[in-house]
């Protein structure tokens, strides 16, 4: 696991105090530590100076445009919510903070918490600050859009059956061409290990690490690519294989899939009344979680945003 740190830079106006013809030296001791102070040096090794635009440099080109870019659509946020009178201030920061870490590890103490968080960090190769940059985004965003939205009998009805009705559990190997797949499926007619196929074969880094296992999934889940979920409820038997599926991710990414039925998943015996209220409280949840990703979205396509760095721009 490797952690990666990220230096913020403030670049502060530097004033010359003005001086006459008979004392120029204290004008150039000025101009000396105005660049001393631009650039301190922040190490030494055997004598040998290392200067801070020496490790920012190394820091920009890693995690630069990263930064940058959440720099660049907070700025956004919060130029939109000053037009509406909203400002990110300390104590709706803390609160969005506070969520967070109560979705994260719902029922732990606050101590439990922040070491599941800080582990969470660093295993993302995560900064503090860089992290503040999404909380503050959230926070302005959740002031913006309705905090109470209206959960609808049907979409209710949706997300129980999602939750508690039939499932599916597939094993899925996906690959970028479709020579590729005809090939794994030559391979299978002559009696090749589907398990084995995918260890070799699958390009689908999220659930490589599963030998291809997919979570159980419901019809109506809308986390998995309505193909994949038609083409894995149309097998009726376990261990039958899926025709060709072919999808597009949201990265615009191809893919070229096979599915294995592994098990059928009957409804839980839970009552629709049983979960209401805590269904309808997570519903109403998601639906401000999306109504704030629809806000940023139209906040990042109609601002202004001029990259000057060329490193930075977009090709």
């Known amino acids: 696991m490797h952690k990666i740190v990220f230096l913020f830079l403030f670049f502060l106006s530097v004033f010359l105090a003005g001086c006459d013809s008979s004392s120029p030296q204290p004008a150039r001791l000025t101009q000396t530590t105005a660049r001393q102070n631009d650039n301190p040096v922040i190490a030494r090794v055997d004598g ?142 002559l009696g090749s290990d589907f398990t084995e196929l995918v260890r070799q074969t699958s390009e689908d880094e999220t659930t490589l690490p599963q030998d291809g296992l997919m979570p159980p999934f419901s019809a109506r889940d809308e986390q998995i690519p309505a193909e994949i979920r038609s083409a894995a409820f149309a097998l009726d038997t376990e261990g039958r294989f899926s025709d060709m599926v072919i999808y597009t991710d949201e990265q615009l990414r191809q893919w070229f899939v096979l599915l294995r039925l592994e098990k059928k998943i009957p409804p839980e015996e839970i009552t629709l009344e049983s979960v209401r209220t805590e269904l309808t409280r997570t519903l109403r949840q998601k639906i401000i979680r999306r109504q704030m990703l629809d806000l940023q979205n139209q906040i990042k396509e109609k601002a202004d945003i001029y990259i000057l760095d060329p490193r930075y721009k977009k090709p």
């Not at 719902?106 to 599941?116: A, C, E, H, I, T």
């Open 48 to 189: 040998v100076e290392i200067t801070k635009s020496e490790v920012v440099e190394i820091l920009l080109a890693g995690r630069g445009k990263t930064v940058l870019d959440d720099l660049a659509l907070l700025q956004a946020v919060r130029n939109h919510a000053a037009q509406k009178g909203l400002t990110g201030s300390p104590e709706i920061i803390e609160s969005e903070m506070n969520l967070i870490l109560d979705d994260m590890a719902p029922g732990k103490s606050r101590n439990d918490q922040l070491d599941l968080f800080q582990y969470m960090l660093q295993s993302r190769g995560l900064t503090r600050p860089e992290f503040n940059l999404i909380v503050e985004r959230q926070a302005l965003l959740r002031r913006l859009v309705d905090p109470d939205p209206a959960v609808t009998e049907d979409l209710l009805l949706a997300e129980f059956d999602r939750l508690y009705g039939p499932k599916v559990q597939v094993r899925r190997l996906a690959v970028s061409s479709r020579r590729q797949l005809e090939n794994v499926q030559n391979q299978l007619a």
